[in-house]
């Protein structure tokens, strides 16, 4: 994973102990093939367990769209589903953040 810094990659964990944060890259380097020029794909998003329900999601994908932003990208993208798997990103939660397709 720390090869992956020099591509852009971007890991923030909450200060809360426990498994919350998030990890974006440019999606032109990103690990899956995407076409999404000057956008930044967020590998994974994760807030576990007694974490869920008090705005840590919120917080990280903030601070995300406010760090793609300083650095020019022209929008983020992510990987989910119709339905909420454990490994994709929950479609209700994307939408709510006003997310499209």
């Not at 093939?33 to 999601?57: E, Q, R, T």
């Amino acid at each position: 994973m720390t090869d992956r810094f020099e591509d852009g990659l971007v890991f923030i964990k909450s200060s809360v102990r426990g498994k919350c944060f998030i990890e974006y890259i440019p999606a032109k380097n990103a690990w899956i093939p995407l076409d999404a020029k000057n956008f930044m794909y967020i590998d994974c998003l994760w807030v576990s367990g007694l974490l869920k329900g008090h705005g840590y999601s919120s917080k990280l994908l903030k601070m995300c769209i406010e760090d793609s932003k300083k650095k020019g990208m022209d929008g983020i993208c992510i990987l989910s589903t119709k339905k909420k798997t454990p490994y994709l990103a929950d479609p209700k939660f994307l939408a709510y953040k006003g997310f499209s397709v």
